[in-house]
Structure formats: C-alpha cells, structure tokens
C-alpha cells in the first residue's frame, strides 16, 4: 500500500507560482503522477515523472509553465507551477503507482491523494 499526502495549494493571483509536494509513506512507487479536477468535469493528466529514470511526461496545457520532480530520499514529489493562469484552478490530486511506466490516465494509478485546493485569480 501507499499512502499519499499532498500540500501547498492555495489562492495565486495570475501569473504566479506555486509549488505543490506529495509525500508517499508505506511502499515506495515507481511512478507518479498529477491530475487535477474541476466540478462536473471529468479529472485530468497533468504530470507524471518516474522515479528511478527521471523521465517525465506534460500535459500540453502546462508544458513549459510546469516542473515536476522528485526527492527519493524524503520519498516527495513536487509540482511546482509557474505562470498561473485562472483556468489552472482546480483541485490537484497526486497518484502513485508501482509499475515503471508512465501513464496519462487515471485508471494507471492505484494510489491517491486526498487533494488540495488550487485557485488562480485573474
């Protein structure tokens, strides 16, 4: 089992940042990834990094404003968001699975975090 714990959301005006952490506990993943959700629409990929290559994996939408990337020893992973813009705001969630590859879809992941709130203000 993992268990998934994700901090650092907040109100941003636009244009600003935020740097969002997950901290996993119990089996380590291989794995892991972003979503976000708005109401009444489904979730949907943002980021997702291995974390034993490295490799990652954007969303169109956020490439080049967004940077996710992991710290093996402390077992976290973080989104740091650059650039906000108003249709960013959503609630994030991170995932986390054990097989190697990274995947774009929630039905890949097995683990979940609670969320946390993101707003951006125009």
């Known amino acids: 089992q993992v268990q998934l714990v994700e901090s650092g959301g907040g109100l941003v005006q636009a244009g600003g940042s935020l740097r969002l952490s997950c901290a996993a506990s119990?089996?380590?993943?291989?794995?892991s990834g972003w979503f976000r959700q708005v109401p009444g629409k489904a979730r949907e990929f943002v980021a997702a990094i291995n974390h034993i290559s490295g490799g990652t994996y954007y969303a169109d939408s956020v490439k080049g404003r967004f940077t996710i990337s992991r710290d093996n020893a402390k077992n976290t992973m973080y989104l740091q968001m650059n650039g906000l813009k108003p249709e960013d705001t959503a609630v994030y969630y991170c995932?986390?699975?054990?097989?190697?590859?990274?995947?774009?879809?929630?039905?890949?992941?097995?683990?979940w975090g609670q969320g946390t709130q993101v707003t951006v203000s125009s």
């Open positions: 119990g089996r380590t993943p291989n794995t």
């Open positions: 995932a986390a699975r054990l097989k190697w590859e990274i995947v774009a879809v929630t039905y890949g992941y097995d683990y």
